[in-house]
């Protein structure tokens, strides 16, 4: 069964600051991890997502996150903050497969401030 | 944006009363979903369905129930609300699992149970 940790409830940085979000997973078999976003009073929508292949995905808003199997992590990182990433973010971990064994775990999320 | 809409919005209600919220897109995508969010619980899937009357439990199904009869229309049925259910329910949509592709999300339906 697949499981995923977000370090940190959370997180305040200034604008113009490295944003930094933590999220660590377990997976039995390789795999599909993804970051999704949520601003106040709206769904979800799709940051990015690594399914195989380069472990360095760019996603929109200039945010990137990087699979690292060794350390079963996918930390979501942006070099700037800008006042409008202010936002709720969650990771979210699947094997990849049909059926309920392969829909998405969430992460509980970390909700990020931008101080002006 | 994905054409996803969810429908009432914020519904206040009793607890037994029965209480059916709708999600309907115009994208006839195959997948369709329903979440659950609450505050330090993440998103928590209920219910999902992967074709016209095709549907499975997720993690969260107990006291939930769902029906799709067209592509477009995904139902939500509580039969006796209880005040455990209080919640902001989300539907998702996905023209493939949604375990490997992009899921959308609609705008959320805020639910109180008295």
């Known amino acids: 069964a697949q499981s995923v940790t977000q370090l940190g409830s959370h997180v305040s940085v200034s604008e113009g600051a490295l944003v930094l979000l933590r999220c660590n997973y377990s997976?039995?078999?390789?795999?599909?991890l993804f970051w999704y976003v949520q601003y106040p009073n709206q769904g979800l929508q799709l940051l990015l997502k690594y399914t195989t292949g380069a472990t360095l995905v760019k996603g929109i808003n200039g945010f990137e996150a990087e699979f690292k199997k060794s350390e079963t992590s996918f930390h979501l990182t942006k070099p700037s903050a800008h006042m409008s990433d202010a936002a709720e973010y969650f990771c979210?971990?699947?094997?990849?497969?049909?059926?309920?064994?392969?829909?998405?775990?969430f992460g509980k999320g970390t909700k990020l401030s931008v101080k002006p | 944006d994905a054409g996803i809409t969810q429908s009432p919005r914020h519904k206040v209600t009793e607890t037994g009363t029965p209480v059916t919220l709708r999600c309907h897109q115009t994208e006839n995508h195959r997948y369709m979903y329903w979440y659950r969010q609450d505050p330090g619980h993440g998103l928590r899937l209920i219910h999902y369905?992967?074709?016209?009357?095709?549907?499975d439990k997720g993690e969260v199904s107990d006291g939930y129930s769902v029906s799709r009869s067209k592509t477009e229309d995904f139902l939500l049925t509580l039969e006796s609300a209880t005040s455990s259910q209080t919640s902001v329910y989300f539907c998702a949509i996905s023209p493939n699992s949604g375990s490997t592709d992009t899921q959308y999300f609609g705008p959320g339906t805020r639910l109180t149970v008295l």
């Open positions: 369905s992967y074709g016209v009357k095709d549907t």
């Open positions: 997976s039995s078999v390789p795999p599909y």
């Open positions: 979210a971990v699947s094997d990849g497969s049909g059926g309920s064994q392969g829909n998405l775990i």
